[in-house]
């Protein structure tokens, strides 16, 4: 059974960094695109960040442009997310799926991915 779960969110403080994980169980990670995306409280899902099955291709939204990093190891069946300069509008719970329909690489439309696991909270607050 596909499974990806994350881990690594956490409360920190406006500036603060934090690393995010996204272990895969049943399938071979390289086999997809990866996406991160992120809901706040009381808004729908939005596309963070996506990476292609190689991790030659790497994809931002804007506002985490120069903050975030995106990163794979196939080997390990792993994928993260590292965050720097966080800021408030970064909370939310964090998700990573795989982009299972569409054929534009690393679309970061939610519509274009499923098995969605249940996320791991970030909370940028002082």
């Known amino acids: 059974q596909m499974q990806f779960v994350e881990s690594g969110g956490d409360l920190v403080q406006p500036g603060g960094s934090l690393r995010l994980s996204c272990a895969v169980h049943?399938?071979?990670?390289?086999?997809?695109?990866v996406g991160w995306f992120r809901q706040a409280p009381g808004e729908g899902r939005e596309g963070v960040s996506c990476?292609?099955?190689?991790?030659?291709?790497?994809y931002y939204e804007d506002s985490v442009k120069g903050r975030f990093t995106i990163s794979r190891d196939n080997a390990k069946n792993m994928i993260y997310l590292q965050m720097k300069d966080l800021k408030p509008r970064d909370t939310g719970v964090y998700y990573c799926?795989?982009?299972?329909?569409?054929?534009?690489?690393?679309?970061?439309?939610?519509?274009?991915?499923?098995?969605w696991g249940q996320g791991t909270p970030v909370t940028v607050s002082a």
């Open positions: 049943g399938v071979t990670a390289a086999d997809y695109d």
């Open positions: 799926a795989p982009k299972i329909r569409g054929i534009r690489r690393c679309f970061l439309g939610p519509e274009e991915y499923d098995y």
């Open positions: 990476i292609t099955k190689s991790g030659n291709g790497t």
